[in-house]
């Protein structure tokens, strides 16, 4: 477990980028455009077909990123293949996780037969992220009450399991993540679907209040695209932010004017250097802490 | 009524609450309303909602000896006629419990999605009925092949937004749906229209269409004395299926009872539920493409997770979602009930499919044999009963889940591609100069 010591020093800044958007060798250099820029840890994003939690922004890299060819397994081999010393988290969705432990027995027949239920569970997908470095996960569609396996098999492997706390929850589900999650935990700003927005809102301040007494360090995502948004988000006593669809909107420009791959990279450097030191300017403004 | 309890999210090992989590307090603020209101009628809401099915709905819906039909196989059928409830299927039951029950929760506004139009329609109709602001999500394909439902719901007064994503299907519009719900879940309601989805919208789903058989079971003992050996309903989501079957469940006995039973005891024995589902244009999936040219979930499909709940699915060997087909829009799913999954597993519900050809087929027969133009859905079962009535027994209830005034359109198209013996000459129009219906 560990992927709190990223948090440890200075506020954390978090980026996320579907691994294979818009292509297998662009994203490898996008992502370790992010490291330079001063990434803390990398959200990497293993496509679905149906992100039920993402808008528009990351559904279109999702959409780039399948019609390339990635896979679990091509995703695996992006993250060997990467060359980053920032640990990474795995975001995906249950199916693709559930499922992995099938491919073999399912992948030889042309029509699927109905009794090839999944006998293992999570447990293979874990412990082929365990081994090609993957440090953790985040998984939008696995509430807590679902996350029993994931949680066991993460145990088994030395991985963390985030949890997303939204602006609507209350009392026995806060305590039951509380119970499960490890790493850190992930803020969500405000309701509704991933995307860049333009203000920062009052619920994050909520949420943060109601996250006081939890242990593992506190990461504010949903909406934010600024250096200022990220202060702003640290000042009122977040640990770290969460960015994704601003630097997805980029590397979508990208692709869409045929830039230089190099010149794309660039952009997201240079936003992932803004967005993290409007963090530790953040922090610098908090109140500090009155310590014994 | 279901006595199930309320907190209870699994059907063996099927079913669950995989949301995001901004969703969870909505669904279980909805699971303790389902349990209130629903399952302990709170308020009175099940009288209400009874009451305004038989005015508003029209119910009971009537369940009609086929007399051609009984004649051609040598077998009595029967037809549940959710066709001539109030907007020509039986979504409306769901519909306008879920509405209703949105007004009880003291929601504002309701949103649902739509694959053949049919369950849009409905939810527009009830919100206006009830008064509640309505927004239907549709994906575009769907939006252009079933354009009289798009216009029935925009007359009703419901905004109907196209979903562009994907290939522009059922699937999609859940999804997006889910995104709306996301977030606007303080004051809305997603009125889901079959049993899919996260906890308690599979039970309670079931428990609003439940209707379909609490009737069917009755009028059957009443007109023929016993129960019947076979229901047979087609399969998409499975809200008319689960509907269809729900009362008949637990007369799982070692044998049929048709056999009748003149003391007036309670009937007893088994009676064999049947879920058609669309075998589409073949029942090969093109992995390399992500395509299942079918919709047949309980038949071909296996274990996973989509659209908030454990089912089984139309899948490739990665867990990518294959995009389904069949001619019929309102099958045309790549998953389908985690309770009709659970029974299937179990060996209570038996699933079979139709292929295209086969359901144009049958909607000519029983348009032109019983006078009852079926939904294409419904033609699905229909094409089992003309390959199958011989393992059905003697006495066969088939749920004629919706009208067919809908499909005209792409029955004329599809049928025009095939060589259909049964199918009318329509040249009648080219003659005329006229092409349009």
Same mark, same amino acid.
């Given at each position: ?85 920032v640990p990474l988290v795995c975001m995906t969705y249950y199916n693709l996780i559930y499922q992995y432990g099938d491919s073999e027995s399912r992948s030889d027949s042309g029509t699927a037969s109905g009794d090839t239920a999944s006998q293992e569970g999570p447990r293979p997908f874990v412990e082929k992220a365990a081994e090609v470095g993957i440090e953790g996960f985040v998984v939008p569609d696995l509430p807590a009450e679902e996350a029993g396996p994931l949680r066991e098999a993460c ?138 | ?69 009984s004649a051609r196989y040598d077998t009595d059928v029967y037809l549940k006629r959710e066709d001539l409830l109030h907007g020509g299927a039986h979504k409306l039951n769901n519909a306008l419990g879920q509405v209703l029950l949105a007004k009880y929760m003291g929601k504002e506004r309701i949103i649902a999605e739509t694959g053949a139009g049919q369950h849009g329609t409905a939810t527009a109709m009830a919100a206006a009925h009830l008064d509640m602001p309505c927004e239907i999500y549709m ?67 079931? !428990?609003?269409? &439940? $209707? ?9 003992? /009443?007109?023929? @004395?016993?129960? *019947?050996? +076979? ?40 009676? !064999?539920?049947? &879920? $058609? ?9 093109? /992995?390399?493409? @992500?395509?299942? *040219?079918? +919709? ?142």
């Open positions: 477990m560990g992927l709190e010591r990223a948090f440890a020093d200075e506020p954390a800044f978090v980026p996320y980028l579907a691994a294979g958007d818009p292509n297998y060798e662009d994203s490898l250099a996008y992502v370790e455009a992010l490291a330079e820029g001063g990434a803390d840890v990398i959200e990497l994003g293993l496509p679905f077909s149906e992100p039920i939690a993402e808008g528009k922004t990351i559904q279109d890299a999702i959409v780039r990123s399948l019609e390339s060819g990635m896979t679990p397994d091509r995703f695996f081999e992006f993250v060997e293949d990467l060359d980053v010393d145990d088994e492997f030395g991985l963390d399991l985030v949890f997303i706390v939204a602006p609507t929850t209350r009392g026995d589900r806060l305590e039951r993540m509380m119970e499960q999650v490890s790493g850190y935990v992930y803020v969500q700003a405000r309701l509704g679907v991933t995307g860049a927005r333009d203000d920062v809102d009052d619920a994050t301040e909520a949420s943060l209040a109601r996250l006081s007494d939890w242990d593992v360090p506190k990461a504010v995502g949903f909406g934010i695209k600024t250096g200022e948004h990220a202060e702003e988000i640290v000042a009122a006593g977040a640990d770290g932010v969460i960015v994704g669809s601003a630097l997805v909107d980029i590397v979508a420009e990208g692709h869409e004017d045929g830039d230089s791959t190099e010149a794309v990279a660039d952009r997201l450097e240079s936003l992932a250097r803004e967005l993290k030191q409007g963090a530790v300017r953040g922090a610098q403004e908090r109140p500090q802490p009155e310590r014994t | 009524m279901s006595t199930d309890d309320a907190h209870d999210p699994k059907f063996g090992e099927y079913g669950g609450q995989y949301v995001p989590e901004a969703l969870m307090p909505a669904i279980e603020e909805l699971a303790d309303a389902y349990g209130r209101y629903v399952l302990e009628n709170e308020d009175g809401f099940m009288d209400e909602f009874r009451e305004r099915l038989a005015d508003f709905g029209g119910r009971p819906t009537p369940l009609q000896y086929a007399e051609q039909l994906g575009e394909t769907d939006i252009a092949r079933q354009r009289p439902n798009v216009f029935r719901m925009r007359i009703n007064g419901a905004e109907v937004n196209p979903v562009t994503v994907g290939r522009g299907t059922l699937k999609e519009a859940i999804s997006e749906t889910m995104r709306d719900w996301a977030t606007t879940v303080e004051n809305t309601h997603y009125v889901i229209g079959s049993i899919v989805g996260p906890h308690p919208f599979p039970k309670m789903v079931r !428990d609003f269409q &439940a $209707v379909i058989s609490e009737e069917a079971r009755e009028q059957a003992i /009443e007109k023929t @004395g016993g129960l *019947p050996d +076979s229901v047979v309903a087609c399969a998409g989501g499975g809200s008319n299926t689960m509907g269809a079957f729900a009362e008949f469940v637990s007369d799982d006995g070692a044998e049929r009872s048709s056999a009748k039973n003149p003391s007036g005891d309670e009937p007893r024995g088994r009676v !064999d539920l049947v &879920a $058609v589902e669309a075998g589409g244009s073949s029942l090969t999936v093109d /992995e390399e493409k @992500g395509v299942a *040219p079918n +919709s047949a979930t309980l038949s071909t499909g296996d274990e996973g997770v989509l659209h908030g709940a454990r089912t089984k699915l139309l899948q490739d060997s990665d867990g990518q979602i294959m995009e389904s087909h069949s001619v019929s829009a309102g099958l045309d799913y790549a998953g389908v009930g985690p309770e009709l999954a659970h029974l299937v597993d179990e060996g209570r519900v038996t699933p079979v499919n139709v292929d295209d050809d086969a359901a144009l087929e049958a909607f000519h027969r029983l348009s032109q044999d019983e006078g009852v133009i079926p939904a294409l859905e419904t033609a699905h079962a229909f094409g089992y009963l003309e390959e199958n009535h011989d393992e059905l027994g003697d006495t066969v209830v088939v749920n004629v889940s919706g009208r067919g005034d809908k499909d005209l359109e792409t029955v004329i198209e599809e049928t025009s591609k095939r060589d259909l013996d049964i199918a009318p000459d329509m040249s009648i129009l080219n003659r005329v100069g006229g092409g349009g219906i």
